[in-house]
């Protein structure tokens, strides 16, 4: 058997295509697994790292752009498409599979034109726009969350969760530590304006004498910002540009404080961590809020909108949440009901059904 799996650009697209990768390896030791992603996005660096086998393309999204930039990015998207199919030519997948975004969208659409099986994986609550157009035409689509299959008009829908990036889930926690543990998160690049808000919560915080120690994912190019932060405040902190085992960190971890990216929202409920949610902003369909809302409803998390005023909300909410040890554990419990653990092996084994439909997996 022959697999594409296209995706990446962020780590909320790439990270699912490793973790279907891994498990189609796992239940499949002879499958040959092509990844294809863009040149600019994080795979770009993670691919060499870790040993994968990958092709790049050329592309970058459309969206928040002028007019010229979409132009250019359109040009770029249409000659993208090209190579991809010369990548199916020569490669010969049974399937492609696609895990949203700018940089899985051509190889998507290739397979399309080719006539070979696609499934593609929806993480968010609210489907991205590649996504919306390639789903007529997918074999299955994998959402990450139930109230995700609105989203499409199809009934070829498969409720599966989205595969995180560690394979053994952390222990559930039962008492906070002391001194709280509380990890930020601003996904895989990092958010500036969650950084500059959760130092100014700490700030905050530090006057009403909570005891806290901070692990915080910055991101690149705040690593010696934030470090200098933490450093002035005096605060207990360990600054990492990206935190590559998240699981041993959610398992330290008493309260997460994170955008609410749909990976972050899914690794904190397999975790089990009450979390503190702050939606990036300025996305026009308001993606990672209605994430968010996800474990809001179930009482496993609180959302603090990112305005003027986050460092003061955040820094109410923190000293709330940890004044009330049992609350927190109460909504890491309310958290893991969200959980869906075994997405990588429910999406391998409907990538198996999509390529051989006569038989089934054992």
Not at 200 to 205: D, E, L, Q, T, Y
Not at 265 to 287: C, K, M, N, W
């Amino acid at each position: 058997m022959r697999v594409i799996i296209a995706g990446g650009g962020t780590g909320g697209h790439l990270f699912p295509a490793i973790a279907v990768g891994e498990e189609l390896k796992r239940q499949f030791p002879d499958i040959e697994l092509l990844h294809v992603g863009a040149s600019n996005g994080i795979e770009a660096k993670w691919f060499p790292r870790n040993n994968i086998r990958y092709e790049l393309l050329d592309v970058h999204g459309l969206t928040g752009k002028d007019a010229l930039a979409r132009l250019k990015a359109l040009g770029e998207f249409l000659s993208a498409i090209n190579r991809a199919r010369m990548l199916l030519k020569t490669f010969r997948p049974e399937l492609v599979v696609g895990t949203g975004g700018y940089s899985a969208a051509p190889t998507a659409m290739a397979a399309i034109l080719s006539r070979v099986p696609l499934v593609i994986l929806e993480q968010n609550v609210r489907p991205g726009l590649a996504n919306r157009l390639l789903g007529r035409f997918a074999r299955k689509i994998c959402v990450g969350f139930a109230e995700s299959a609105g989203g499409f008009g199809r009934g070829n829908i498969e409720i599966t969760g989205n595969p995180v990036r560690f394979a053994i889930p952390p222990r559930l926690q039962h008492q906070p530590h002391e001194p709280f543990q509380i990890l930020v998160l601003g996904g895989s690049t990092g958010a500036h304006r969650l950084n500059i808000a959760a130092l100014n919560a700490f700030v905050i915080c530090r006057k009403h004498v909570i005891k806290i120690n901070v692990v915080h994912q910055t991101g690149e190019a705040d690593v010696g910002l934030v470090s200098e932060g933490y450093q002035k405040l005096g605060c207990s902190a360990r600054v990492l540009s990206f935190i590559d085992d998240i699981g041993r960190s959610l398992e330290l971890t008493d309260l997460v404080v994170a955008r609410s990216g749909a990976m972050t929202v899914s690794e904190v409920a397999l975790a089990g961590r009450a979390a503190i949610f702050v939606p990036y902003p300025f996305h026009r369909d308001r993606q990672q809020e209605f994430n968010a809302r996800v474990l809001e409803r179930r009482g496993g998390a609180r959302i603090v909108a990112d305005d003027d005023h986050c460092g003061e909300n955040l820094a109410r909410e923190l000293y709330e949440l940890t004044s009330d040890p049992p609350r927190l554990v109460a909504m890491g419990q309310r958290a893991h009901e969200a959980a869906m653990p075994e997405a990588a092996e429910k999406i391998a084994r409907i990538c198996f059904e999509v390529m051989q439909p006569e038989q089934t997996v054992a």
